[in-house]
């Protein structure tokens, strides 16, 4: 009962470094995203997927990138970090049918620290 | 455009009291889907409750129950006889449904409950 798994759990990086949160999960489901968890903001969606090969933006996408090459996974991908990247990101999934979409899952998150 | 508004920011009750975290959202479309999550201090956001638009009734589970109003767009979520462990942040979230589908969930900004012994 694996669901979604993200890695790492904590991350440090210095400015301008590049790096990549991995999420996969084992459920089949078309939807997955990443999302940033801020003090007071809530949790604000970044990118979002609804199939292999198939990604869009959302609210805050700016300095990310991601791409959807399986169903399994949906690496997000930071390609020079700066501190306002600072935050704790989770990856969620979710099965989306035409009568009715489910809840959506989420990893345990990965707090990422920009200095 | 789909939003989500949670104006409470922060709610302080003593154990035992009753609490409602209000959740008040926008859309255009007739069809969506409304979720309550709860992130405790371990950081884990757990599920608690999902309601499609067309279903209006009202749901008790426990201590917990949701007043869905399309009339004022709004879908509370009401603690009865709180408990330190109900103490946590709550997210409320909406899933526009409409000829797109594409699944995306948008979260209000999340209500802190802090229930005191």
């Known amino acids: 009962n694996a669901g979604v798994t993200q890695t790492p759990k904590f991350q440090v990086l210095k400015t301008g470094q590049s790096m990549t949160l991995q999420c996969a999960q084992d459920?089949?489901?078309?939807?997955m995203s990443w999302y940033r968890q801020d003090p007071g903001m809530g949790l604000r969606l970044i990118h979002y997927s609804v199939g292999a090969g198939i990604t869009d933006q959302g609210e805050v996408p700016n300095g990310y990138n991601v791409s959807r090459s399986t169903t399994e996974d949906f690496p997000l991908r930071l390609l020079s970090a700066a501190p306002s990247q600072t935050s704790v990101y989770f990856c969620a999934s979710r099965l989306l049918g035409q009568r009715k979409n489910t809840e959506a899952f989420f990893g345990q998150g990965t707090r990422l620290t920009v200095v | 455009a789909q939003k989500v508004t949670q104006a409470q920011t922060e709610i302080s009750v003593v154990e035992k009291e009753d609490v409602t975290l209000d959740c008040v959202y926008e859309?255009?479309?007739?069809?969506?889907?409304l979720f309550w999550y709860k992130q405790p201090p371990s950081g884990e956001l757990v599920f608690l409750i999902r309601?499609?638009?067309?279903?209006?009734q009202n749901e008790i589970s426990g201590r917990y129950s949701w007043n869905f109003q399309k009339s004022t767009s709004s879908f509370n979520f009401t603690i009865t006889a709180s408990q330190v462990v109900d103490s946590a942040v709550y997210f409320c979230?909406?899933?526009?449904?409409?000829?797109?589908?594409?699944?995306?969930?948008?979260f209000g900004q999340g209500t802190t409950l802090q229930v005191k012994p």
């Open positions: 979230a909406l899933s526009e449904h409409g000829s797109s589908n594409t699944g995306k969930l948008i």
């Open positions: 459920m089949n489901h078309e939807y």
């Open positions: 859309t255009r479309d007739t069809t969506y889907y």
């Open positions: 309601r499609n638009s067309f279903d209006e």
